[in-house]
């Protein structure tokens, strides 16, 4: 069940290499003066479906994390972390939750090591990461991870430069599949168990990433990625902060892609964004639409279930149907903190040219930070409600989940 040893034998041994003419004092105290963290979760998940031959589901899963990290010595540090899930109840006939949150056992998703000079780090093995084509989620108990090795640096003036090769995905159970992501080497006969770390194609993925601010005005990001022999894609996004008297922007996004094999269409993704705020509500509204024509390829999104950087993502779907070929997709929306409560509300429609596939989509996030001798302590409830065309799949979700980080 816990069979990742290897790895914390490996990074030991590099860092015995960093310390060769150093004294076992200074190597101890490199250890020792780290730091352990982590946080203790409890998940319920809930789906009604209005068709009553469809079988609801519910589970309530119980786990979370525990991290270390050495301190920084000749700009040399390690880290780790282990992640466990245990099911405590479960009404899932169908296995809905089978590839999302039903699993039970521990996984080693980060063991990795950091090397910083001046403003460039590198930093390999297993270890989170998020960007607009290459993101983990931590929307369940289990959050996902990468075996990567990449090197970033701030080196030139509000400019973020990173290069990276990416060779496994770790899911967030043993039974995770993507249509989307379907190069991935996943487990097709998994046991329950958390997500392993599964090849990404023959030969992983490449990707340059340059993000960039210009007179704190102005942000733009973009990335390349290169699932090599698969697939090439593009994103590229540009904020503008308006000279208002109230906080309000603009903004625009650009997908492209590329797919490697001559059968497959290429395809590309426009999206609009603005906002601002007002009376402490902060208002939003985007808008995207996917090239092609109806039943063609889809716009490629990106690896890993955080990889949803597109103005009309979504709690339940992720917004997934905003990358369908033809698909012109809109959503308005406001949010408001107030004390310790966080609250957004938002409608976000799909309009798919395939005959049934349209969607809308209401979504309420709450989220509460409690204080005092609770501080550590947070709660967060999430409400969607799907009106598909296809009245079969009509439904709600869900989500509650407590937190305690330590």
């Known amino acids: 069940m816990f069979k990742y040893n290897k790895y914390f034998l490996v990074l030991l041994a590099m860092s015995n290499n960093a310390f060769s003419n150093g004294d076992i004092e200074n190597f101890s105290e490199w250890i020792h003066n780290g730091n352990v963290g982590g946080t203790a979760k409890s998940y319920y ?23 270390f990290n ?6 040399f540090k390690l880290g780790g972390e282990v992640q466990g899930s245990y099911v405590s109840n479960i009404n899932d006939d169908d296995d809905r939750t089978a590839g999302s949150i039903n699993a039970q056992g521990l996984v080693l998703s980060e063991a990795f090591l950091k090397y910083q000079f001046g403003g460039t780090v590198f930093s390999g093995g297993r270890q989170h990461f998020s960007s607009p084509l290459i993101a983990n989620s931590g ?16 080196h ?26 379907e190069f991935v080497d996943f487990d097709y006969n998994g046991s329950g168990s958390p997500g392993d770390f599964y090849k990404i194609g023959n030969d992983g993925v490449f990707y340059a990433q340059v993000n960039k601010r210009i007179a704190k005005k102005v942000k733009i990001n973009s990335q390349y990625a290169n699932v090599i022999n698969e697939v090439q894609a593009l994103y590229a996004d540009v904020e503008y902060t308006l000279p ?27 999206g609009f964004k603005v906002g601002f705020s007002q009376g402490g509500v902060d208002f939003f509204a985007g808008y995207t639409l996917a090239g092609g024509n109806e039943g063609e390829n889809r716009v490629f999104r990106g690896i890993g279930q955080g990889a949803y950087y597109q103005f009309t993502a979504t709690t339940k ?48 996030n709450l989220a509460y930070q409690f204080d005092g001798k609770l501080a550590n302590c947070g709660i967060s409830v999430d409400f969607s409600i799907l009106d598909y065309e296809n009245n079969q799949k009509d439904a709600t979700d869900l989500r509650t989940k407590f937190s305690y980080s330590f």
Not at 45 to 67: H, K, L, P, R
Not at 139 to 154: D, G, T
Not at 162 to 170: C, H, L, N, P, W
Not at 319 to 341: C, D, K, M, P, R
């Open 156 to 181: 030139f003036e509000d400019t973020d430069i990173s290069i990276g090769y990416v060779t496994k995905y770790q899911t967030r159970t043993d039974k995770s599949f993507y249509v989307d992501n």
């Open 139 to 154: 929307s369940r108990l289990i959050k996902e991870s990468f075996e990567m090795y990449q090197v970033s640096s701030s």
């Open 244 to 270: 208002t008297n109230f906080n309000s922007y603009i903004a625009v996004q650009y997908y492209k892609t590329k797919w490697d094999k001559n059968e497959l269409v290429d395809n590309d993704l426009l």
């Open 45 to 67: 998940f809930e789906q009604d479906f209005d068709d009553s031959n469809a079988e609801n589901s519910s589970i309530w899963v119980n786990g979370g994390n525990v991290t």
């Open 317 to 364: 779907t992720a917004g997934v149907a905003a990358f369908e070929a033809g698909t012109n997709s809109y959503q308005l929306g406001l949010g408001s903190t107030i004390s310790n409560v966080k609250g957004k509300l938002f409608y976000t429609s799909f309009d798919n040219p395939i005959v049934g596939k349209d969607l809308n989509e209401w979504t309420v």
């Open 70 to 75: 050495t301190s920084e010595f000749n700009g």
